[in-house]
């Protein structure tokens, strides 16, 4: 089989216009959501390549390993593909137990409530111990 013909699963998923996908990160025990980012195709292939979340930054347009500053990296357990094949949910294992860069567990933490947001999830971890900035 080509390299080609291996890699036709990879033109199955509906990229966006700006060929990304939107990509869930859930914990592979809680199921808890971790996380929303996007992925390219390079960040796919690199994803299955090194077992670990690598995504796609569009504010800084370059791909970047969850975790490369912060060592909060995302191990892959199961990836799964929606029923129209344009998001994408990783099962993980969130090293640190920590995949936001506010230091919480979870990028979800504001929760509606009585016509608000209000935080509902502690600080793990001071960013600034974090990213020693």
């Not at 592979?28 to 992925?39: F, R």
């Not at 930054?57 to 909060?72: F, P, Y």
């Not at 504001?110 to 600034?128: A, G």
Request: glycine share 4%; charged share 25%; with cysteine.
């Amino acid at each position: 089989m080509s390299e080609q013909e291996n890699m036709a699963w990879l033109d199955e998923i509906r990229w966006n216009a700006d060929g990304l996908v939107p990509v869930v990160a859930q914990d592979y025990q809680s199921g808890k959501i971790l996380t929303l980012a996007w992925m390219n195709r390079e960040a796919f292939l690199q994803t299955i390549k090194l077992r670990h979340a690598v995504y796609w930054s569009r504010s800084k347009q370059r791909l970047w390993q969850k975790g490369e500053t912060s060592g909060h990296t995302q191990e892959i357990q199961d990836i799964y593909l929606d029923c129209d094949k344009d998001a994408v949910v990783l099962k993980v294992i969130q090293t640190g137990n920590i995949a936001c860069h506010t230091g919480r567990q979870s990028c979800f933490f504001h929760r509606f409530e009585n016509d608000r947001w209000v935080i509902n999830s502690p600080v793990l971890k001071d960013p600034e111990e974090i990213y020693k900035k």
